[in-house]
Every structure is written in C-alpha cells, then in structure tokens.
C-alpha cells in the first residue's frame, strides 16, 4: 500500500474547483497584508501545485520558483505563465521530502496546503532556514489542526493539520524568530468550517 498521493491524476481539473482558487486568493492576500513584498526579492512557492498562489505573489516580487513534486501540476503551472506572459516565474520538479530543492538563497519561502503532506515537517523547515538570506521569511499557510474530516482520501497525508503550539514549536526548533501565527482565512466545506493558519517568521 502507498502514502503517496498522486496529484498528477487532479492536476489537469485542479483549478476548476473555485473554492481552491479561492483559497489561494486568500492565502495570498494575507501573505501580502503581513509582509511587505518587495520587486526586488527572489522567492520560492513549496509545493506551488498550478500556481494560483505562486501568480498572485509573482507582481509584488522580483521572482518565484514555483516547487512541486508533480509534473502535471507544474506542467499546468507553466502554461498558465506562457500563456499570460508572466517573465519572473519558473518552475522546479523537486521533492521536498528527499531534501531536494532549488540551488541559491531566496528573500522569501512561502507554502500553501502542502506541510500537511510532509512526514518531517521539522527537518523540512530547519532545512530552509538556511536557505534563506538573513532576515529572509517564511510564510507558511495550512488547515489548523482537524478531526480528520478534511480529507476523503487519507493517502500522503501525514497530519491533521497544525495547532498554533506546534507551528509555534516547529519554527522555534527549526531556529527561526519574529514567530506569529493568525488565521488567514477559512474553508468552508459541507456544514463544516476548517480554519487556515499562516505561521510568519524570520530567519
Ligand atoms: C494541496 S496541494 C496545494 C497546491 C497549491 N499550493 C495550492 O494552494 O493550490 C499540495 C501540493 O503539494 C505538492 N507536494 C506534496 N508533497 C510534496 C513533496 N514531498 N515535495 C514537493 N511537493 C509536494 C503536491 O504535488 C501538490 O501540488
């Protein structure tokens, strides 16, 4: 039995469902009103899927790579940048659960609905953390902890979302400062609402 989920097979309809377009739309947003971007900062999107939050960033920054380990989605990903003729975005097939990731120091690293799917999200950050120049943030956007509901399929999905505590606790063992935790924004999915945190902090 396998505990990889395979996003190749959703990525083609992916951003046909609005409420995920509009989750990012959100994250995005709320990423933008805690940090003040800037055109001259290169950045990476963790786990980028299609890129509906790696285009929403893409105007206010100098660049974004946008990471994930499925083909299709960063296939769909690129198309969407030829076809609107964005310059500053690229792609990188990486597995972020091998260590893999692109060369270079970034100013920024962000993720949206991805660390739920890391097994160590720990060595994950403390791996970034270095990656990043001084004074570098990271923004990380995910379910606030869950019964388990969220989710139909349980494959490749390592936690029920987060608590405040452990994202708190994360990015304090994985070495990073400035730590603040708010809620970005809610899913609301059947008669259920699952609460969205995005953890900020500095390098
Ligand atoms: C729930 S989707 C979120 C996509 C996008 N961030 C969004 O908000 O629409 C999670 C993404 O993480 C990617 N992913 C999962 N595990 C990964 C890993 N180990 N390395 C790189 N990407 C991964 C998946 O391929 C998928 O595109």
């Known amino acids: 039995m396998t505990n ?102 970034f100013h920024l690293i962000v993720s949206a609905m991805t660390l739920h799917h890391i097994q160590d999200p720990e060595t994950l950050l403390s791996s970034l953390a270095s990656r990043l120049y001084p004074g570098g943030w990271i923004a990380f956007a995910d379910l606030e902890t869950e019964d388990g509901s969220f989710h139909e399929d349980p494959t490749g999905i390592f936690h029920h979302g987060f608590s405040r505590t452990e994202l708190t606790r994360l990015l304090e063992h994985s070495g990073y400062a400035a730590i603040s935790i708010t809620e970005a924004t809610a899913i609301h999915k059947g008669d259920r609402t699952y609460p969205v945190l995005l953890a900020v902090a500095q390098a």
């Open 4 to 105: 990889i989920r395979d996003f190749n097979a959703v990525a083609q309809n992916w951003d046909e469902e609005p409420r995920r377009v509009k989750l990012a739309g959100e994250i995005a947003t709320a990423i933008c009103g805690r940090l003040n971007l800037s055109t001259d900062w290169d950045a990476l999107d963790l786990g980028c899927g299609t890129g509906l939050v790696t285009l929403a960033l893409a105007p206010h920054l100098g660049s974004i790579t946008g990471v994930d380990s499925s083909c299709a989605m960063l296939d769909k990903l690129a198309e969407k940048v030829k076809a609107s003729g964005t310059a500053n975005v690229t792609t990188a097939l990486n597995d972020l659960s091998a260590g893999e990731m692109p060369d270079g120091k």
